[in-house]
Every structure is written in structure tokens, then in C-alpha cells.
């Protein structure tokens, strides 16, 4: 579970939907999680899920996990200037997390 | 209450200087963690606590030793520092050591080695 990888940028206009994708390689990891990052600050986590479920939603945030092609996506409903950040998937296996390389997700108003 | 604190918010310090760094935590978990974070990249796991004992160690230079004198606190110990190391220095803490357990992330303490 060492192959996490996500594009590095995505611009969107304040009130569109921002869709952040991410793929891992690791079958067997069980959670998967999205954190969120601002500019000089530590990670704040966002939301998880089990890898048995299809889908999540919470408030403004769906995630959609697709198992057989190692495919995890946030979508952010509603998106505004300060959902400007860096956003990491991570993959937990056993006893670590691997990260993926962060999306920075910039918000036009 | 899912905080982590730690302290300094920043560091500058020499080659030749030792200085700590502090993590804690008041949810009762029992794992912690320090990572490493560069600029624009992912946080580099360094150690991993669980119960007070060291339970993985990433192959960390001995320039940095961590201690955990209790289930609240993670010290990392900084001593001859290169400037490479300048970073943003992360602690996290999980309820127990698993990959079900989600990490908590502390804000982080910004290095620099001059």
C-alpha cells in the first residue's frame, strides 16, 4: 500500500462542484481517508471510508470509492474560497498511512 | 475534543543547537506518531508510539530521537541538525495502533536549520 497518487492541481470557480481524484494500489486497505491542508498549518481530516461502501456523503463532501479500479474521489458540493487548500487521500495499511501526493485545489471567486 | 497541540509554532535553530519539540494530547490514545513534512510533498512517516513504546522507527537518522515519557506526551529531540531537515514536523495521535484507527493531526512545528 505504498502507490497512492493524485493530480497535483485543480482550479474551480467559488460555487461549482470540485471533484479531487485519487488511485491507490494496496486491495486489502480497509479505510481510506481525505485530509484537508492550509497553507502553514498541520492536516485536518475530512472524512473517511470503509472499503466497503460505494459511497459517503456529508454535508457538503461525497466520496465514491470504486474498489475494483482502485479509484477514490472527493467531491466538494458547493465549493468555496475557503475550500482553497492542499487535499491528501491516504490509504491505511496495517499500521501506517500512505499518503498521496496532494491535490491543491485553488478557488476563483 | 480531537485536538492536538504542539510547540514551538516555530523554530530556527543552528547545526549545533539542541531543542525539542512537544506533542500532546488529552483523547486517552494510546498511539502517536511524528512525521515530516517538505515543502509540497506528502507527510514522511518518521515514528510510530503505541503504548508508550516505540513501535516503528522509518530509519530515521539519530540526529532526531523521540520519547514518549507518558500516554499525553511526544517529545522529538532535535540535536546537530543539517539545514536538509528543515521542515514542517507533524504529530498525530490514534485511539490504538490499527488501520482502522483514524490519525488526528496536530498543527505541525515549522523548522528551520540555518
Known amino acids: 500500500g505504498e502507490d497512492v497518487e493524485q493530480s497535483l492541481f485543480l482550479s474551480v470557480r467559488e460555487g461549482d462542484s470540485s471533484v479531487i481524484n485519487c488511485t491507490y494500489t494496496?486491495?486489502?486497505?480497509?479505510?481510506l481517508y481525505w485530509y484537508k491542508q492550509e497553507p502553514g498549518a498541520g492536516l485536518q481530516l475530512l472524512t473517511y471510508?470503509?472499503?466497503?461502501?460505494d459511497m459517503k456523503q456529508d454535508q457538503r463532501l461525497t466520496v465514491l470509492l470504486n474498489k475494483k479500479d482502485k479509484h477514490l474521489s472527493l467531491r466538494i458540493a458547493d465549493t468555496q474560497t475557503g475550500d482553497s487548500a492542499i487535499y491528501f487521500c491516504a490509504e491505511a495499511d496495517f499500521n501506517k498511512f500512505y499518503f498521496g501526493s496532494g491535490t491543491k485545489l485553488n478557488v476563483k471567486p | 475534543d480531537t485536538e492536538v497541540t504542539q510547540t514551538p509554532k516555530h523554530l530556527v535553530m543552528g547545526m549545533t543547537n539542541k531543542k525539542s519539540l512537544k506533542c500532546e494530547q488529552h483523547m486517552g490514545h494510546r498511539a502517536m506518531y511524528w512525521y515530516k513534512q517538505k515543502a509540497k510533498k506528502p507527510p514522511e512517516l518518521m515514528f510510530v508510539?503505541?503504548?508508550?513504546?516505540?513501535?516503528i522507527n522509518e530509519s530515521v537518522p539519530s540526529r532526531f530521537s523521540p520519547e514518549c515519557p507518558n500516554s499525553s506526551l511526544l517529545n522529538l529531540h532535535l540535536h546537530a541538525l543539517q539545514p536538509e531537515d528543515s521542515a514542517l514536523y507533524l504529530c498525530?495521535?490514534?485511539?490504538?495502533?490499527?488501520?482502522?484507527?483514524?490519525?488526528?493531526f496536530g498543527p505541525g512545528t515549522r523548522l528551520l536549520v540555518l
Open positions: 498525530a495521535s490514534s485511539r490504538l495502533l490499527a488501520e482502522q484507527e483514524t490519525q488526528y
Open positions: 471510508i470503509f472499503s466497503n461502501m
Open positions: 508510539y503505541s503504548y508508550e513504546k516505540l513501535s
Open positions: 494496496d486491495s486489502s486497505s480497509t479505510y
